[in-house]
Every structure is written in C-alpha cells, then in structure tokens.
C-alpha cells in the first residue's frame, strides 16, 4: 500500500500508516506484524559478524571501506570522513596525550613509577622498567587516516588537522629517516 502510493507521488499525510505506538498496551502488539524471513526467534541471528572474524585494525578498515564503496546509496568520503574524525584521530591525539603523561613499569614485580628512578631500574627487584603507552599504539592509525584523506579527497581543514597531529607526532618521536637512493635509480 505505501509503495503503491509511493508510485502515485500521493503526499504523506494521505496515506494512512499504521505507527506501532498504536498497538502497545493492546493484544496486537504481538500478533500480525508484517515481516520479511521466517524465523523461529527473533534472537537468533549472526553470532559473530564479519567484523569480528578480521584480526587487525587495518583489516577491518578496509573492509568498511570496500563496503561503502560498494553501496551506491553511501557516500565512501562521507564514510572514510567520519572515520577518521570520530575514531582514528581522536584515538592518535589520545594516545600521544597519554604517552607524554605515562608511568613506567617493571617488567618482573610489575611496580610503577611516575618517574624512572636515577639509576635506571626498578628500586625494589631491579628490573627493566618500560613505558606503560608505547610508540606503536601511538602511530598505528595515522598512516591509514592520512592515506584515507587522500585517497577520498577529504575537505582541506581535515587533511590539514591530520598534518598537524603527524607533526606532533614527530616531535615527539622524531621525525621517520629519509631512504637515501643511489644515483642509478634516476640514471640507469
């Protein structure tokens, strides 16, 4: 009935839909609602997703990625946009935050210390002391956000913002060494 109307090009309020509000408190809230598969329960489903089978960060992107391509109806630099302004960037700048203001710890007693002692070890049993935020959690998504930025063409503030965390980035951590190429490469 409402794709019937929907091909008549009737306006909204001319069509009578029937609201589920309607139905609550009375016996048809749980009989002859139209559906689309049969099902024993409306419980059982997919237990684990294709999401959940992909083991790393990366994997997973570039699913979503290949998906919204895909699907004419989304719009994949909407998508790689909201990506990387609600997750990917947010979870770079968090990181670095943390990593300035990290504890260290112990790898045998597991003792933390806000600072590493003068002597360069754990004061109780000696041991090696490492940092509780590693580079790696730092940096891990900010090569496919800027890579997600231009391959999408993403508005200029965007890809700017990322330049800007790459920069602190690299402050931090220095800056990744150049590759210094032989000559034979551009005269062979």
Excluded at 89 to 102: C, E, W
């Amino acid at each position: 009935e409402f794709y019937e109307a929907c091909l008549l090009f009737r306006k909204p309020w001319e069509v009578p839909i029937e609201k589920m509000g309607k139905r609550i408190n009375t016996p048809l809230q749980y009989e002859g609602l139209g559906y689309t598969h049969e099902t024993s329960s409306m419980n059982s489903g997919v237990l684990c997703s294709a999401y959940k089978t992909l083991p790393s960060m990366q994997e997973k992107l570039q699913g979503q990625m290949d998906l919204a391509d895909r699907i004419r109806a989304v719009d994949a630099a909407d998508v790689a946009k909201l990506v990387i302004e609600k997750h990917l960037i947010r979870d770079i700048r968090g990181n670095l935050r943390k990593f300035s203001t990290q504890e260290f710890r112990c790898v045998k007693c597991n003792e933390k210390f806000r600072r590493p002692p003068l002597i360069g070890k754990c004061t109780k049993c000696s041991g090696r002391l490492l940092f509780t935020v590693s580079e790696g959690s730092v940096i891990k998504y900010l090569e496919p956000a800027i890579s997600l930025a231009e391959k999408y063409r993403l508005p200029a503030y965007l890809q700017q913002s990322l330049a800007l965390t790459k920069d602190r980035v690299e402050e931090t951590f220095g800056k990744e060494k150049e590759k210094q190429e032989g000559l034979g490469r551009w005269f062979g």
